[in-house]
């Protein structure tokens, strides 16, 4: 008999921590935080409030711009996949198309934006 003949066994018990570990070895590596089965988290160095990072004027409005460009990219990237530099260039991708929503309607005539940043 040749050794790829035989069948090992392993114990329930340590295939599942073999396979946690190998979950916690991803999460690492994406930095995706796993919550149950069905979710997990993932953060970016900052959130779409940050003034120091965006302008006043639009920190904490862009979510609409923000949501756009995270289906975008999950569509090209799977967001299991995704790191906290991808969550990084989503916000500033997202906070570039509230920008340029908010110039178009101004040149167009087109929505309203409010005066407290939100489109209605």
Not at 15 to 32: D, K, L
Not at 96 to 120: A, F, H, P, W
Request: aromatic residues 6%.
């Amino acid at each position: 008999m040749k050794e790829s003949d035989y069948v090992r066994v392993q114990p329930l018990i340590a295939v599942r921590e073999q396979e946690e570990r190998e979950v916690e070895a991803h999460q690492r590596g994406n930095v995706y935080m796993h919550v149950n089965d069905v979710s997990r988290i993932i953060r970016a160095p900052w959130h779409q409030a940050d003034e120091t990072i965006f302008t006043p004027g639009s920190a904490g409005m862009q979510y609409l711009g923000m949501v756009l460009e995270n289906i975008v990219r999950a569509s090209i990237l799977a967001p299991n996949r995704w790191t906290t530099t991808t969550l990084s260039e989503n916000i500033v991708e997202g906070n570039n198309i509230y920008q340029q929503i908010v110039i178009e309607n101004k040149r167009r005539g087109g929505l309203v934006v409010e005066e407290d940043g939100c489109l209605s």
